[in-house]
């Protein structure tokens, strides 16, 4: 191969790798500060959550059963969240689950104050701050600003009819940083 082609190749590549580069220095992806709580012993977290699985057995008339993925006190004011993965662009909540969720809203919110918020993601790295999410806040779900439908209105068929489906179209899409602010204003709210 002569020179002459070796360095039309060479620099073919080299504005190929440059431009590859400058594509990659673009798509940079931030990182959030390190956690502030971390699970240590793993296999110890996993050992707990299957010890409280085996409190219900068969036999029982009991069944089922919810968390609540996070509940922050602050100087007796809450902030509730709940997480719910999609799935073809809408959330499942199990009605029991969002009866139990409204009636403790608005318990709390009689005496003190609560903001509970569902919020709705895709599978995500939550230490990125740019990260996409969907929430909601109880009073836009009482106030019927998001549809309570138990039926899929896309006519998806659907073997139980004892959850809401919420869609993503309903939800406020936000950054995992601003829900962080949007936690710590209500912090300082509460004090």
Request: overall charge negative.
């Amino acid at each position: 191969m002569s020179d002459e082609a070796q360095d039309l190749i060479n620099t073919i590549y080299e504005k190929k790798d440059s431009t590859q580069l400058q594509n990659t220095s673009e798509k940079v992806l931030r990182k959030s500060s390190k956690p502030k709580y971390q699970i240590f012993d793993e296999s110890e977290f996993t050992r707990g959550r299957e010890v409280l699985g085996e409190i219900i057995v068969h036999g029982m008339i009991a069944s089922g059963g919810t968390d609540i993925d996070w509940l922050i006190e602050h100087k007796g004011c809450f902030i509730i969240l709940e997480f719910k993965g999609f799935h073809n662009d809408k959330i499942n909540i199990p009605q029991g689950q969002m009866i139990a969720y409204e009636k403790l809203h608005e318990k709390l919110n009689q005496s003190t104050k609560c903001y509970l918020y569902i919020v709705g993601c895709d599978d995500i790295d939550f230490s990125n701050p740019d990260s996409s999410i969907w929430v909601f806040e109880m009073n836009q779900w009482k106030n019927n600003i998001v549809p309570k439908n138990i039926t899929d209105i896309y006519g998806q068929k659907s073997n139980k009819q004892n959850k809401f489906i919420v869609y993503r179209e309903y939800m406020e899409e936000i950054s995992v940083e601003k829900l962080r602010e949007l936690i710590d204003s209500h912090w300082k709210e509460f004090e």
